[in-house]
């Protein structure tokens, strides 16, 4: 059973560009959560996707969106980067039918914007 | 609005010592309740949860929270600690299990 992983596991970007990363879900979860991490603070929801389809939303402007697609991986893009943009990138899955309550967390795409 | 307190920022504890890390609470109704611990340059690893039920919940590494409802807590706790338990320790609340809040984490620090 593979777990969640992400790329890149880091990345340099300079204000105003884009970024986008990667998730691939654990083997079997069907949804998709996506977390922010500045340094020294605990993660922030983002998003979540569930049946490619977005399925609640944290205090983020729309300028972070996603994608999730049929085999259950994901994307995180991001517009017009800020310098507070900044931080570890968590990824987690879960499954809706096994319904444990378990986020299973990838080790993050940790990016710097400049 | 939910929220999580953990009033410790930093805790320093020898090894073999206990252990005792705080977390409150704020939620409006019954929460759902996890400790997660992020060694360096790791992701989140879940050690326990509390949906309902018994309010002592065991978790892995011999962790173990109480749940208590009149005092909005729900602090994790170890016996004896090991040096392989440094690492940074959230707390999170959520209705659904699957969007939750975090704290903002307690660095343990353990000495030999």
């Known amino acids: 059973e593979t777990g969640v992983t992400q790329s890149p596991t880091h990345l340099i970007k300079t204000r105003g560009q884009q970024v986008t990363l990667r998730c691939s879900s654990q083997?079997?979860?069907?949804?998709v959560s996506w977390y922010q991490q500045a340094l020294g603070q605990g993660p922030q929801f983002i998003f979540q996707?569930?049946?490619?389809?977005?399925?609640g939303r944290g205090n983020f402007p729309p300028r972070f969106s996603g994608l999730q697609f049929p085999n259950y991986s994901s994307e995180l893009n991001v517009n017009a980067l800020e310098l507070d943009d900044s931080a570890l990138y968590l990824c987690?899955?879960?499954?809706?039918?096994?319904?444990?309550?378990?986020?299973?967390f990838g080790e993050g795409s940790r990016l710097t914007v400049l | 609005a939910q929220s999580v307190t953990q009033p410790d920022i930093h805790i320093t504890v020898s090894e073999g010592a206990s252990l005792e890390l705080r977390c409150n609470y704020s939620?409006?109704?019954?929460?759902?309740l996890f400790w997660y611990v992020q060694s360096p340059g790791q992701g989140l690893q879940l050690l326990l949860k509390?949906?309902?039920?018994?309010?002592l919940v065991q978790g892995i590494k011999g962790f173990e929270a109480e749940f208590k409802r009149s005092q909005s807590s729900f602090n994790l706790r170890k016996p004896s600690v090991h040096w392989s338990d440094a690492a940074e320790y959230f707390c999170?609340?959520?209705?659904?299990?699957?969007?939750?809040?975090f704290g903002s984490g307690t660095q343990l620090t353990v000495l030999p």
């Open positions: 987690a899955s879960s499954s809706e039918r096994l319904n444990t309550g378990e986020l299973f």
């Open positions: 939620y409006g109704a019954t929460p759902y």
């Open positions: 083997s079997g979860h069907n949804t």
């Open positions: 996707y569930y049946r490619e389809e977005e399925n």
């Open positions: 509390y949906f309902s039920g018994d309010t």
């Open positions: 999170a609340v959520g209705g659904s299990a699957r969007q939750l809040t």
